[in-house]
């Protein structure tokens, strides 16, 4: 039985036959995260207990340092005077 719900990934593509919007995720009560396409049949799982206790595969996303400078600039208009 599934611990959570089976939920589409948008923008998805299958790695077997390539179809868009068709793989589904679930984590199961060992806390492995599947994912399976309902097109093809494909199923693959990652994390869980062992040598691979990465639930989530590291991305340029998820593994910068965030440096960058968030502070808020104030930016000023200068208008030309109009001559009327």
Not at 1 to 16: E, L, Q, S, V, Y
Not at 24 to 34: A, E, L, R, Y
Request: proline share 5%; net charge negative.
């Amino acid at each position: 039985m599934a611990r959570t719900p089976k939920r589409f990934i948008a923008g998805a593509i299958c790695p077997r036959c390539a179809a868009m919007d068709r793989l589904m995720m679930f984590t199961d009560d060992d806390g492995v995260q599947h994912r399976e396409c309902v097109s093809c049949g494909f199923t693959d799982s990652q994390g869980g207990e062992g040598p691979s206790g990465n639930p989530e595969l590291e991305t340029r996303v998820n593994t910068r340092d965030n440096e960058e400078d968030h502070t808020v600039k104030q930016v000023v208009f200068f208008k030309s005077r109009s001559e009327d």
